[in-house]
Structures are given as C-alpha cells and as structure tokens.
Nanobody
Framework: QVQLVESGGGLVQPGGSLRLSCAAS????????MRWYRQSPGNQRELVAAITSSGSTNYADSVRGRFTISRDNARNTVYLQMNSLTPEDTAVYYCSARIPVRGDYWGQGTQVTVSS
C-alpha cells in the first residue's frame, strides 16, 4: 500500500506564497507520475500540475506561470510552489501518484485558504 502525506497548507494573504509537500512511501518513487489536484466547495476536483517520472511537467492554464511542481526522488517527495496566490486558489489540495501496474493513489488533502 502506498501512502501519500501532504503538508504545507494554511492561510495566506492574496499575493503571498506557499509551498506544499507530498511525501510518498515506497521504494520506487522515481517511477511514479505525480500530480497535484484541488477541489473547492461546489466544484469538481481539477488537475493543477503534474510531473512525470522523467521530470516533464504540465500545468492548468489558471496556474501556469505562478505555480511550480518539482520532485526530489532522494526524499520521495513532490512539491508545489505556489506564488502570487489569489482567493480563487482557495481549495483543498490533493497529491496523487500514478504507479505503473498498480494504479492511482491519493493523499488526504491539505487546505489552502487565500484571504485578507
């Protein structure tokens, strides 16, 4: 069983920054494709950013240029650096791992609130 544990959420003012972390269990983290999703009340969960096992990245149009996804395979961790935050970024952020053959796994989520 793969476990994903997110951290780094919290309350931040508009224009501020946060860095989310997602620590994964397992000895083959380097083979995982990792994603960050978010979901706000009344909305569907949406893909925010993704990074493949080879390091290729992709972003939602709404966050491109403001958010950066990265990974540290030595630490089994994926990060989401979020800059220039707006109230529209308020949501629960979820980490997800797509593991070859085994499928998708999810973390429990971390709340990000952008408010003055």
């Amino acid at each position: 069983q793969v476990q994903l544990v997110e951290s780094g959420g919290g309350l931040v003012q508009p224009g501020g920054s946060l860095r989310l972390s997602c620590a994964a269990s397992g000895s083959i983290f380097k083979l995982y494709d990792m994603r960050w999703y978010r979901q706000s009340p009344g909305n569907q969960r949406e893909l925010v950013a993704a990074i493949t096992s080879s390091g290729s990245t992709n972003y939602a149009d709404s966050v491109r240029g403001r958010f950066t996804i990265s990974r540290d395979n030595a630490r089994n961790t994926v990060y989401l650096q979020m800059n220039s935050l707006t109230p529209e970024d308020t949501a629960v952020y979820y980490c997800s791992a797509r593991i070859p053959v085994r499928g998708d796994y999810w973390g429990q989520g971390t709340q990000v609130t952008v408010s003055s």
